[in-house]
């Protein structure tokens, strides 16, 4: 897998009371990752950017809702999630992802 493709995978974080409680209590991080983004591609990316080690990733696509303009409709982008299962023992630091990141 090309490196440069990885880095892109991963579009940001999911930050709700959800993922929240799924980070304390499975140990799963939630990610807004790309629509053609692969299971093994979500994988190596986790691992290349957060330095952890991946035991399961498990992907929703969410569908976009139609919504109204006045009289014309429009409808939201899809969006794909991944929950990220870490192995044992492992644990995410976002805040030292988000400074090495900045560091690049």
């Known amino acids: 897998m090309n490196q440069q493709r990885l ?3 991963i579009l940001a974080p999911i930050v709700s ?3 929240n409680v799924l980070a304390e ?3 799963q991080m939630t990610f ?3 629509a053609n983004a692969t299971k093994p591609e979500i994988k190596a990316a986790v691992e290349l950017l957060f330095g952890v080690q ?3 990733v498990t992907t929703v696509t969410i569908k976009g809702k ?3 303009f006045g009289r014309t409709l429009g409808r939201r982008s899809d969006v794909k999630k991944a929950y990220v299962s870490l192995a044992a023992g492992q644990e995410f630091d976002l ?3 988000a400074a090495a990141a900045d560091k690049e």
Do not use: G
Request: net charge positive; glycine share 0%; no cysteine.
């Open 32 to 34: 807004k990752v790309l």
């Open 66 to 68: 139609v919504k109204r």
């Open 25 to 27: 209590k499975r140990n």
């Open 95 to 97: 805040e030292a992802a």
């Open 17 to 19: 009371e959800k993922s």
């Open 54 to 56: 991946v035991a399961d």
């Open 7 to 9: 880095t892109q995978v």
